[in-house]
């Protein structure tokens, strides 16, 4: 009899901390996806270099590579709540700091501080998920999580519309949605699970034991930057307006936020790597049939996308379900760390490399690199597959 209570309280306690964790995601996303084109917008109003407003962006993304190894023993030292909102904190108070200065080195490293605190909140959100979550459910509450995250993407530039992009008023507000999300942790901290290990994230260990997660966040690293960056300008190279040309990144987006629930049921459902290599083999399709479906004008070309973004950054969350099943306990803060870094040290290069592309191979440049990196993934997945067997 004290059984079925006992269990129903741990159950609603699951609940609520997965709750909390996607309110927390949802107000990170507003935060970044405002934050990063307010600050390209202010760097260009006072006359920045944009080869400058793009090392400024990438900054943060270093940021972010020097925090991820460091969280694990953030976990330990202060317990993962507790670290979590130290971190959420840090990035508050350093976009605060960007709306009085105009000293460019300042900026660079107040930067680079907003993404080594939000390092904290990355990898420590998906950890403590990854640790509570049962097996059956692991795919469709990381899917749930990614959801989060990209409806604040999309909800971020529009709360800019009510503030503006200039003077104290933007940066605060944003400040302040990074507050915010540290507020759905308080109650929780009581519940989080013990995730310390003495070891910092590294690369090249997830490499080598689990080659085909460490090689899917490389791949949605290298071409989510690249979508983002150049989508738009390839619509412009092969001869759309520049309405229709935007309009591209919104169908993408859209896969993204439509699809990871739906891959996130069916990555509890079947087969996980086959689920996997099933993506990679859909974005090594998609560059192609959307290529020819632009230049036709088929009706089919914004579904195409759809689909096409969908499975792009469904491979992320796919991947992360694999991460959760392959580590337990502590390791899994440090494998999750290094997924992170892999992630964002991927998303610096993409940009460049697609951009030659598009150089190399006009107008189709772009989608050379994506199905470059499809395949590159896919090839990686299968190979792996088979030593597995």
Do not use: K
């Not at 709750?19 to 949802?26: D, I, K, R």
């Not at 317990?79 to 080195?105: C, H, I, K, Q, R």
Request: net charge positive.
């Amino acid at each position: 009899m004290t059984c079925a209570p006992a269990a129903a309280r741990a159950s609603a306690r699951v609940g609520w901390t997965l709750a909390a964790h996607f309110a927390s995601s949802l107000s990170i996303g507003i935060a970044i996806g405002g934050m990063v084109p307010l600050i390209a917008l202010t760097l260009e109003h006072r006359g920045i270099d944009p080869v400058l407003i793009g090392v400024n962006s990438a900054i943060g993304s270093l940021g972010v590579i020097a925090g991820a190894p460091l969280v694990p023993s953030m976990i330990r030292r202060f317990g993962a709540a507790e670290g979590m909102v130290l971190g959420l904190l840090l990035t508050a108070a350093s976009v605060v700091g960007l709306a009085f200065t105009e000293d460019l080195g300042l900026w660079l490293v107040l930067r680079f501080l907003t993404g080594f605190g939000v390092a904290t909140q990355w990898v420590v959100s998906e950890t403590w998920m990854q640790a509570i979550v049962t097996e059956r459910r692991r795919g469709l509450v990381m899917s749930v999580y990614v959801t989060s995250i990209a409806i604040g993407f999309a909800i971020g530039p529009v709360l800019l519309t009510f503030t503006g992009t200039e003077g104290v008023l933007p940066f605060a507000a944003l400040a302040g949605t990074i507050a915010a999300t540290a507020l759905p942790m308080l109650p929780i901290r009581r519940w989080a699970p013990v995730l310390a290990l003495g070891q910092r994230g590294s690369v090249a260990r997830l490499l080598r034991e689990a080659p085909t997660v460490a090689m899917a966040a490389i791949a949605v690293g290298l071409v989510d930057s690249a979508f983002f960056t150049f989508m738009p300008l390839y619509g412009l190279r092969i001869g759309l307006s520049h309405e229709t040309a935007i309009t591209l990144l919104t169908a993408v987006f859209a896969g993204n936020v439509i699809l990871q629930v739906p891959l996130g049921w069916l990555a509890d459902r079947v087969n996980r790597r086959a689920l996997l290599v099933a993506l990679g083999l859909g974005c090594c399709v998609g560059p192609a049939a959307a290529a020819w479906a632009l230049t036709a004008g088929s009706v089919v070309a914004y579904p195409v996308l759809v689909l096409w973004g969908g499975a792009a950054f469904g491979i992320y969350t796919v991947a992360m379900t694999l991460l959760g099943e392959r580590y337990r306990g502590g390791e899994l803060a440090a494998a999750n760390a290094a997924f992170v870094i892999a992630f964002e040290l991927a998303n610096l290069a993409g940009p460049p490399a697609a951009g030659w592309a598009m150089e190399a191979w006009v107008p189709h440049g772009l989608m050379v690199w994506m199905t470059a990196v499809a395949l590159g993934f896919v090839a990686v997945a299968v190979v792996r597959g088979a030593l597995r067997r």
